[in-house]
Nanobody, 121 residues
């Protein structure tokens, strides 16, 4: 069975850091581009970051560029999102997504249940 399980979210103060993890199983992980999307209450889902199957190509939203880093370990079937200098505007549910074909913008083949990130003082 295909599973994408996000973890690492929580409550953090502005300026703090979190590392999200997404453990994948049930499909050929290294053949899929992976991405992180987020959705805040009342807002559209947005692409935060994406990474190609082999990890050689990445993409970031302008709002997180320079603060977030996406990476993957294909030996562990895991994708990560390191988030630094967090802002209140980063508060959202973060989702891990898998996409065949090399793109990051969808349509997605698989996605997880999400993990909540709350940035607040």
């Amino acid at each position: 069975q295909v599973q994408l399980v996000e973890s690492g979210g929580g409550l953090v103060q502005p300026g703090g850091s979190l590392r999200l993890s997404c453990a994948a199983s049930g499909f050929g992980f290294s053949s899929y581009a992976m991405s992180w999307t987020r959705q805040a209450p009342g807002k559209e889902r947005e692409l935060v970051a994406g990474i190609s199957g082999a990890g050689g190509l990445s993409k970031y939203a302008d709002s997180v560029k320079g603060r977030f880093t996406i990476s993957r370990d294909n030996t562990k079937n895991t994708v990560y999102l390191q988030m630094n200098s967090l802002k209140r505007e980063d508060t959202a549910v973060y989702y891990c997504n898998a996409q065949s074909g090399g793109g990051y913008q969808g349509p997605y083949d698989y996605w997880g249940q999400g993990t909540q990130v709350t940035v607040s003082s």
